[in-house]
């Protein structure tokens, strides 16, 4: 292989291995690779377009970074309390366990939800004709308590429904409207900039489904009926 535009004299060093490759020299300068000693690959990526690159390190630091290796291996193995031959297995056994505690822990919140569900569905309160909820749900994150607001509106057909939590500390108001809550004015995305301020914080979305967070947990039923009074003024 010619490389133009480079320069060399009338003999150039090349490193080969046998059956392996042949190659210009690259800055290897020992007569055999037990020289190097200890060889450790520590990264492996993509340098350019069909270009691989791995960066190791040999020598001390090779023997170094292994015996690191080897105490953090001795250390996760004494805590698992396992010998270090077992930790494999026994961290595996681990991920099972908390595969199964996740899906268990699933199913509660989805009873959970399907409790809470029934429970708003019969706190709704009829004004001018829309289904109105305006409830605390305890401590839900927000992904259930988004899908919780989306089942009761479900359920209710015509409604305006805004659900408050806590999560993490910090209060979370969303809001799901029905189309024809819309169609009479109301605007989600308005009433729960208005519910967020109570909490001091602030939020957005659209006419039908908006979300926002707050600051001050001990305000979050205040800011429900702030929201609730927002509905039933523009209802009329």
């Known amino acids: ?13 090349m490193i080969e291995v046998d059956g392996v490759s042949r190659e210009l020299c690259g800055g290897t300068h020992v007569q055999t690779t037990s020289e190097i000693g200890a060889f450790k690959v520590v990264s492996e990526g993509s340098s350019a377009a069909n270009v691989r690159r791995i960066e190791v390190v040999t020598g001390p630091e090779a023997l170094k970074l292994l015996r690191e290796h080897d105490r953090v291996l001795t250390e996760v193995a004494g805590r698992l309390r396992v010998p270090p031959e077992g930790a494999l297995s026994a961290v595996e056994s681990l991920a099972k366990e908390k595969a199964q505690l996740q899906r268990l822990k699933k199913d509660a919140g989805s009873e959970q939800a399907d409790r809470l569900q029934a429970e708003l569905v019969a706190k709704a309160a009829e004004v ?50 029905s189309s024809s809550a819309v169609e009479r ?41 702030v929201a609730r009074k927002a509905i039933e003024s523009k209802l009329g």
Do not use: W
């Open 1 to 13: 292989m010619a490389l133009f535009g480079e320069k060399y004299g009338d003999e150039v060093r």
């Open 128 to 177: 001018d004709g829309l289904k109105v909820v305006t409830e605390p749900c305890g401590e839900l994150d927000r992904e259930t308590i988004l899908a919780l607001s989306d089942r009761v509106k479900s359920t209710l057909a015509d409604a305006a429904v805004v659900l408050g939590t806590i999560a993490g500390g910090r209060p979370h108001l969303v809001a799901n409207f």
């Open 185 to 225: 004015g109301l605007s989600a995305a308005e009433v729960i900039r208005e519910a967020a301020e109570v909490v001091g914080g602030g939020g957005g979305g659209r006419d039908t489904m908006a979300q926002a967070g707050g600051k001050d947990p001990a305000r979050l039923e205040e800011a429900l009926a």
